[in-house]
T-cell receptor, first 117, second 114 residues
Framework: KAGVTQTPRYLIKTRGQQVTLSCSPI?????VSWYQQTPGQGLQFLFE???????NKGNFPGRFSGRQFSNSRSEMNVSTLELGDSALYLC????????????????FGSGTRLTVV | AQTVTQSQPEMSVQEAETVTLSCTYD???????LFWYKQPPSRQMILVIR??????QNATENRFSVNFQKAAKSFSLKISDSQLGDTAMYFC???????????FGKGTSLLVTP
């Protein structure tokens, strides 16, 4: 079974630009969640999508948005990039139900390393 | 607010020895799930072990086991027979039954030495 795939692995952008990151979950998983990892703040929850609907949202500004497609693939978009957006962005998939959490937990991708210059 | 605290930023252990990583959490929820994840330099977050709050029995996965103390809100990870490949950042994480967002601790950097 293929794992969680995140593309691209590395990205360098200039302040003020926008960026789109992609995540393909494990086949059959309907939930995709996004996390930002920085040395200072650690791992912070951005948002979670289930069956194309945002089900949970973390405490991030509106510049951070996402969506999920009918095949469960998800994209995350950051507009008007700031230097502080430099981070590792991790995507995690699960089957979306508490049963899945009980048995499998979340499966993470390898992340996208975003550098804003 | 739900918080997860890992009080040991760094730890070191010799190969074949046993090490325990600490984690405490704060929540008003009665049912929740707890996880330990490992993140080696490759960046991939790997699930090490999971525990459901309503299960009193401590989870075990091969060389990894937990000491879950619900009343004390403590969830420590014991690694037995440590191996060089166990060198990684270890994150304790919590998710309430009412939500799907993982709350992570700051992590413990574990170094296994020969």
């Amino acid at each position: 079974k293929a794992g969680v795939t995140q593309t691209p692995r590395y990205l360098i952008k200039t302040r003020g630009q926008q960026v789109t990151l992609s995540c393909s979950p494990i086949s059959g998983h309907r939930s995709v969640s996004w996390y930002q990892q920085t040395p200072g703040q650690g791992l912070q929850f951005l948002f979670e999508y289930f069956s194309e609907t945002q089900r949970n949202k973390g405490n991030f500004p509106g510049r951070f948005s996402g969506r999920q497609f009918s095949n469960s693939r998800s994209e995350m978009n950051v507009s008007t990039l700031e230097l502080g957006d430099s981070a590792l962005y991790l995507c995690a998939s699960s089957d979306g139900g508490t049963g899945g959490l009980r048995v499998y937990g979340y499966t993470f991708g390898s992340g996208t390393r975003l550098t804003v210059v | 607010a739900q918080t997860v605290t890992q009080s040991q930023p760094e730890m070191s252990v010799q190969e074949a020895e046993t090490v325990t990583l600490s984690c405490t959490y704060d929540t008003s929820e009665s049912n929740y799930y707890l996880f330990w994840y490992k993140q080696p330099p490759s960046r991939q977050m790997i699930l090490v072990i999971r525990q459901e709050a309503y299960k009193q029995q401590n989870a075990t996965e091969n060389r990894f086991s937990v000491n879950f103390q619900k009343a004390a809100k403590s969830f420590s990870l014991k690694i037995s027979d440590s191996q060089l490949g166990d060198t990684a950042m270890y994150f304790c994480a919590f998710v309430p039954n009412s939500g799907y967002a993982l709350n992570f601790g700051k992590g413990t950097s574990l170094l296994v030495t020969p």
